[in-house]
């Protein structure tokens, strides 16, 4: 058990560019969450799979946004046209299914829009 | 809905006293609790959780919660603090699977520690 692993750890990008974050979740976990943090704030949730299914998308996750986790093993997250209020830390984390499931978070993705 | 409100925003307290973090909820629906611990520009840990039974619950790094359902809280203790509990520390609730299935987190408070 090698944890939730998250890359890139950090990116800088112009506003208007596309930005891909990988996550690799703890290998005999069923679901993978994300969520999104700003300075200051408590992650927010933003969508999560139960294998490859994306089963539920917040609000927060605007059309730019797309999520996929097409084998049901690692996800990607992807923001096209990144704009200044895209910056945040993106945290990504799994859990098996059982009733009793816990969340288990990767280090996360920071990402600064200038 | 579900909220999570953490009531001090920051927490300054000296090396080796005891120190409470503070934390209620709102939801319509039992929720499981959670308070997980986030140091600079790290990811999340899981401190402790309350799913049933005991409502008082340790945790690691000499951690303990106390869940109290009919004050909606579910505060953090440590009777003795190091400067390394410096950190944020998150409260959250998770909500069911036919509810969504997500944590619902509190907007955090920071710990400081002092020698």
């Known amino acids: 058990d090698t944890g939730v692993s998250q890359n890139p750890r950090h990116k800088i990008t112009k506003r208007g560019q596309n930005v891909t974050f990988r996550c690799d979740p703890i290998s005999e976990h069923n679901r993978l969450y994300w969520y999104r943090q700003t300075l200051g704030q408590g992650p927010e949730f933003l969508t999560y799979?139960?294998?490859?299914?994306?089963?539920?998308k917040s609000r927060l996750l605007s059309d730019r946004f797309s999520a996929e986790r097409p084998k049901g093993s690692f996800s990607t997250l992807e923001i096209q046209r990144t704009e200044q209020g895209d910056s945040a830390m993106y945290l990504c984390a799994s859990s098996n299914d059982r009733v009793e499931e816990t969340q288990y978070f990767g280090p996360g993705t920071r990402l600064l829009v200038l | 809905a579900q909220s999570v409100t953490q009531l001090d925003s920051q927490v300054p307290v000296f090396e080796e006293a005891p120190v409470e973090l503070r934390c209620n909820y709102s939801?319509?629906?039992?929720?499981?609790l959670f308070w997980y611990v986030q140091y600079p520009n790290q990811g999340l840990q899981l401190l402790l959780k309350?799913?049933?039974?005991?409502?008082l619950v340790k945790g690691i790094n000499g951690f303990e919660a106390e869940f109290n359902k009919s004050q909606t809280s579910f505060h953090l203790r440590k009777p003795s603090v190091h400067i390394s509990d410096t950190a944020e520390y998150f409260c959250a609730v998770r909500i069911p699977l036919e509810y969504g299935n997500k944590l619902v987190f509190g907007a955090g408070t920071i710990l400081r520690v002092k020698s």
């Open positions: 309350y799913l049933s039974g005991s409502t």
């Open positions: 939801s319509s629906v039992s929720v499981y």
């Open positions: 799979f139960q294998n490859e299914a994306q089963l539920e």
